[in-house]
């Protein structure tokens, strides 16, 4: 439901409220959402007045901008409130939007892209985590269809992040994200199975091949 509000160039009564309605799902299915509210603002430099002079620079202006919004070949000019409210963006963004146009930028979407992240481990380090558990010796089991790999049962992850810091003391690697590491590359478990079913598949298989005839095979 929009609202409808007065204001000094009367916006609320320019477009027929059926386009009004078309205007957000439209702009909402777009890809390029900034750069289309771009091409939607006009930007033109202030004129100032050599008589009024002042010290507070943050007051001052060095643009202004104009609002328009688009159905077909319509084109209007609205106001700042219009405009928010029809393609409901937030007037931070607008301002962000502003910006990037005074200083002659291109507004670009940089979620994801960029490399600044704090807590971001380098590759090399990974590779150091990996071939760090590697090491470990590994035990394989199976019980019926289901294989299961065991580390010897005196280790944990904590003995493992211990023993990789003192390989490592350079190395910011924390429990939590050794443990993480471990648990999203691996499926080991720790200690041995209650009984060890390979080993009575190993004495089948060699009974097997030891039978004579076809009777003694089951």
Not at 133 to 155: C, M, Q, T, W
Request: hydrophobic share 30%; aromatic share 10%.
């Amino acid at each position: 439901m929009l609202v409808i509000f007065s204001c000094k160039w009367d916006c609320s009564n320019k477009i027929a409220e059926s386009n009004m309605q078309n205007i957000f799902p439209n702009f909402y299915s777009l890809s390029s959402k900034d750069m289309y509210l771009t091409g939607l603002m006009k930007c033109s430099d202030v004129r100032r007045c050599r008589r009024h002079k002042t010290t507070d620079h943050s007051q001052t202006r060095d643009s202004s901008f104009k609002n328009y919004v688009s159905v077909g070949k319509n084109r209007w000019h609205v106001c700042q409130v219009m405009f928010t409210s029809l393609f409901c963006i937030s007037k931070k963004r607008l301002y962000c939007l502003q910006q990037c146009m005074a200083a002659g930028n291109m507004p670009t979407d940089k979620r994801g892209k960029h490399n600044h992240r704090a807590n971001k481990v380098p590759e090399e380090m990974l590779s150091k985590i990996k071939a760090h558990i590697d090491l470990f010796p590994v035990k394989e089991s199976h019980n019926g269809d289901e294989h299961l790999k065991y580390l010897d049962a005196r280790l944990t992850i904590s003995k493992m992040h211990k023993m990789f810091q003192d390989k490592h003391p350079q190395a910011k690697v924390t429990r939590e994200f050794y443990h993480a590491f471990f648990r999203k590359n691996y499926s080991l478990r720790f200690g041995r199975p209650q009984v060890d079913v390979c080993s009575m598949c190993e004495l089948l298989k060699t009974n097997c091949k030891s039978a004579k005839t076809d009777k003694q095979r089951l």
